[in-house]
């Protein structure tokens, strides 16, 4: 069981380059989301989706897109990166509102 | 908006001792809490889960307690080995709000000396 896979684990980009981070999970979970974690701020909610064809902002989603158009994939974009998108990024999903949330390996980005 | 904070933000013990783990949260409508471990470079563990009609859980070595009236909880180690160092950090589910995401703490840095 694999659990909550991110794809990738590591990767820089140049500022104004976009790219795509993909989450995939198996245990057939309806809730999914992205948070990123800086030194000092702890884990913030970037977006969230609370089933297939479905996606909400969460606390900080300037600059960030997502879409859900499996339910097992999120996918996280970013289309014209920046320096301040600099941090590690985390998937998590559960299965429903009162379950255990399950969290993936993280995505470090940085943007130079 | 909801507000978690643990204390203390580290902490350093020899191996063997018992510790306790502080979270306290600002809006006590909540779901659930849940206990997670992070180790250096990695992703989140799942620790412990406890309902908000819960007052304690276990698994192992680690009781978990929740007091949601006084908005606190604690994550209890007994007998603390190297192995237990990480970062702990504490999350609830609120039930308000647009976003059905959990509330983080920033973090307790645990260091168990052998």
């Known amino acids: 069981n694999a659990g909550v896979t991110q794809t990738p684990k590591f990767r820089v980009l140049k500022t104004g380059q976009s790219m795509t981070l993909l989450c995939a999970q198996d245990?057939?979970?309806?809730?999914m989301y992205w948070y990123r974690q800086d030194p000092g701020m702890g884990l913030r909610l970037i977006h969230y989706s609370v089933g297939e064809g479905t996606t909400a902002k969460g606390e900080v989603p300037d600059g960030y897109n997502v879409s859900r158009l499996k339910k097992q994939n999120f996918l996280l974009g970013l289309e014209s990166a920046a320096p301040s998108q600099t941090s590690v990024y985390f998937c998590?999903?559960?299965?429903?509102?009162?379950?255990?949330?399950?969290f993936g390996q993280g995505t470090r980005l940085t943007v130079v | 908006k909801q507000e978690v904070t643990q204390i203390p933000a580290a902490l350093s013990v020899p191996e063997g001792e018992n510790l306790v783990l502080n979270c306290s949260f600002t809006d006590s409508a909540i779901y659930n809490l849940q206990w997670f471990r992070q180790d250096p470079g990695k992703g989140l563990t799942s620790l412990l889960l406890?309902?908000?009609s819960q007052r304690e859980q276990t698994s192992g070595r680690l009781n978990a307690s929740l007091d949601k009236s006084s908005g606190r909880s604690t994550l209890y180690i007994a007998a603390s080995q190297p192995g237990d160092s990480a970062t702990y950090l504490c999350?609830?589910?609120?039930w308000g709000g647009g976003a059905d995401g959990l509330t983080f703490g920033k973090g307790t840095h645990l260091i168990i000396q052998p």
């Open positions: 406890i309902q908000s």
């Open positions: 999350a609830v589910l609120g």
């Open positions: 998590a999903s559960r299965f429903i509102m009162n379950t255990e949330a399950f």
């Open positions: 245990m057939n979970h309806e809730y």
